[in-house]
């Protein structure tokens, strides 16, 4: 506080038009909320002129331990130091700071200072705190962006959406980033102060908040709990009793409040997507630009062989090893963000991929990146952070073994060409997928392509690639949707010159998104016999009755077939992921939407399964419409029943947003839907009196 009978008596913030300025309001508009290399102003108050020969002098603060104190010079600078000026009016002082464009990020406490012409303190006010974020709308700043239809997206968007599925079936996940929601402004500074970096070395930290590629991977080290205070704990495996279903969030705001209420506790349960999309938000909030992706068919090389070496036995069971086997994920999913990076030789600024999911460590630490996506696209794997690993998400070949009783081991497929398919993000124009797999790799097969390979070092383990046989196995299916009975056709092709008798075995099993095996749901062995030049088509029919009791919440099954002939050099084997077609939710929000008054809105689900659905629960969110909240479903929902509940919420913000809506139950889980909406500005009446 100011000294009562000094000069000073007060100081406006002038948060409201400074944030409007700095693009924050939408965050706050109390607090004064600014980005580096803009200048903002403040109005001190004073109860008299400064007195002649003395001059006022600024002094911020930043860290909690005082870290930084910056001396804010009262003269222009060169843009490489904090400097300020002043207008005076009678009894006040306009003050307007200048920031660098490469100051730390963080919240900071300002004092004036009344200074004597000897240079002793007069008079000091209380400290007044302010937050200072990147600033991609500044051409200095390492994260300038300078499309404006990219910034709206990827800086301003609360709502968007993350891509799941399979590459030939790819899912719409709406997601509620909430970046502008009450206090995660706080939360995401708070996440930066409990890494181990902060703790160890806080000097250190504080100093390098300027750079966004040391706090993007501060933060992708953080979103996961795995080494430190992070926020989320993943599992990958039922049960969940203990936490929360990872496909049962539908943002990030409540994971990030919860982390906060809980004092630095992780919140459980997390999968990529979750891992993605906090990230994706706490980024945004800081002022990085970033994009949620999600490669199909995606690799997890542990080796750092560039291959994945999947080993079956005789049964075609999956032998694992030691808990540190390569696997194929049906997608997995991370984040870009966009910045410079002179840490590193040019070409190598823009996206940069950075991964939260804990898979390997890098530097000792559960992170990834970031990492230049160009780097991937040119092979340059000697780029940091972890290129090897990320090229191989996107470019590894899958190599099938047969593991016979007695050890021996049989090579039975090689796939060059099934990672890194469809490589999606959101669309800046509108709810639509973007395809950038270009951005990570040249065309398959191209000689462009294979001279990246060469210079990436990619070889399939010395192993030869055979020429195919004259069998050939295929797998095609029907629709299938979750809930019914549905036929998965195998086809078995000769090739050759002569009629061929060959042993064909059909396995169907349940797995989770990441490949982990949940349960055996049909198997068959049947004998055929295949004419020269003809194909012979073998119909295996998936009941529900058997897959229902092991599929995952992932709604993924797995058809492996086996073919082996007498004189046929190896056997030949094909795989094909199924992923189940789930229902959705219908979600209406009709009339006019007005910004603080009440709305309804209006949730349909209908259960398509045989049985009967028991504990449902819808859990509704939306940004700027309400918090997340939960309503159960009082009585069981039998096959075919509709269940319609309404909602009311009254919006605290303008602007088009979207509600996002999930339904779980114990049978059913996963089931998404969503509604876009506009909310309206309230008007008011105006009385006119004469």
């Known amino acids: 506080m100011a000294n009562h009978n000094g000069v000073i008596i007060g100081m406006d913030m002038r948060s409201h038009e400074n944030n409007r300025a700095h693009r924050t309001e939408e965050i706050d508009r109390e607090r004064l909320i600014v980005r580096r290399g803009q200048p903002f102003s403040l109005t001190m108050q004073c109860s008299d002129s400064v007195p002649p020969k003395h001059h006022l002098a600024l002094v911020l603060h930043l860290g909690k331990k005082e870290q930084v104190v910056v001396k804010v010079q009262p003269e222009q600078g060169d843009g490489a130091k904090w400097w300020f000026h002043q207008q005076r009016a009678q009894d006040e002082v306009l003050l307007t700071l200048h920031s660098p464009v490469d100051a730390p990020i963080g919240q900071y406490r300002l004092a004036v200072l009344l200074m004597s012409s000897s240079g002793h303190i007069v008079e000091r006010t209380g400290d ?63 996440i930066l102060d409990h890494s181990n970096a902060a703790l160890n070395d806080a000097d250190m930290d504080i100093s390098n908040r300027s750079d966004p590629a040391y706090v993007s991977r501060i933060v992708t080290g953080m979103v996961n709990s795995n080494d430190d205070h992070g926020v989320l704990a993943g599992r990958w495996e039922e049960p969940y009793t203990d936490g929360v279903s990872p496909t049962k969030w539908t943002g990030s705001v409540p994971i990030l409040q919860q982390w906060s209420k809980g004092r630095a506790k992780s919140v459980k349960f997390g999968q990529c997507w979750v891992f ?180 990436a070092g990619h070889r399939v383990n010395g192993v030869a690639l055979a020429e195919p046989g004259r069998l050939q196995l295929s797998i095609k299916r029907a629709q299938a949707i979750f809930g019914t009975d549905f036929d998965v056709i195998v086809e078995v092709k000769n090739a050759g010159s002569q009629e061929t008798k060959a042993q064909l075995t059909l396995l169907s099993t349940a797995v989770t998104y990441n490949s982990v095996h949940r349960g055996e749901c049909q198997r068959r062995t049947v004998s055929v016999t295949v004419p020269t030049q003809t194909a012979h088509k073998e119909v295996l029919r998936l009941r529900y009755a058997h897959y229902a009791a092991c599929v995952s919440e992932h709604h993924v099954l797995r058809v492996v077939a086996l073919l082996q002939a ?108 969503v509604a876009t909406l506009v909310v309206h500005r309230r008007k008011y009446n105006i009385h006119m009196y004469y």
């Open 276 to 455: 993605a999309g906090v990230a994706c938000t706490v980024l945004r909030c800081l002022g990085i630009p970033t994009r949620c992706i999600t490669n199909f068919s995606s690799a997890h090389d542990v080796h750092g062989n560039l291959s994945l070496d999947v080993y079956l036995n005789e049964d075609l069971e999956r032998i694992r090893g030691d808990g540190r086997d390569d696997s194929s994920w049906n997608f997995h999913c991370w984040v870009e963000s966009w910045m410079n990076r002179e840490d590193l030789p040019v070409g190598n600024d823009g996206w940069q991929v950075l991964d939260p999911t804990p898979q390997e460590r890098s530097e000792g630490v559960y992170c990834c990146g970031p990492c230049p996506v160009k780097a991937i696209k040119e092979g340059e794997l000697g780029m940091k952070y972890d290129a090897p690993f990320v090229y191989a998400e996107v470019n590894a070949d899958i190599i099938h073994w047969i593991v016979k009783r007695d050890g021996q081991k049989q090579q039975t497929r090689v796939d060059q060409t099934s990672v890194g398919r469809n490589i999606s993000t959101k669309s800046v124009y509108g709810d639509y997928r973007e395809d950038v797999t270009h951005l990570y790799k040249y065309p398959e097969g191209s000689k462009k392509e294979r001279e990246v390979n060469e210079k």
């Open 566 to 673: 007498p004189g046929q050099n190896k056997p030949v084997l094909e795989e094909a992921n199924i992923p189940l077609i789930m229902p959705e939710l219908h979600v209406q929000v009709p009339g006019k939407v007005i910004q603080h008054e009440e709305a309804t809105a209006y949730i349909s689900f209908r259960n398509p399964l045989p049985i009967t659905l028991k504990g449902g629960v819808f859990t509704v969110e939306g940004a700027g419409l309400l918090s997340a909240r939960e309503i159960p479903v009082i009585d069981h929902i039998a096959p075919g029943q509709e269940v319609k509940i309404n909602m009311s919420f009254k919006p605290r913000r303008t602007g088009m947003t979207k509600l996002m809506v999930d339904f779980d139950s114990d049978k059913l889980k996963d089931v998404k839907g």
């Open 128 to 190: 007044h705190k302010f937050f200072l974020l990147f600033n991609p709308w500044c051409k200095g700043d390492a994260v300038y962006l300078s499309d404006e239809s990219l910034l709206h997206e990827y800086i301003m968007n609360e709502n968007g959406i993350i891509y799941t599925g399979s590459w030939n079936y790819i899912r719409n996940l709406p997601w509620n980033f909430g970046q502008f929601e009450d206090n995660i402004v706080d939360i995401c500074l708070e």
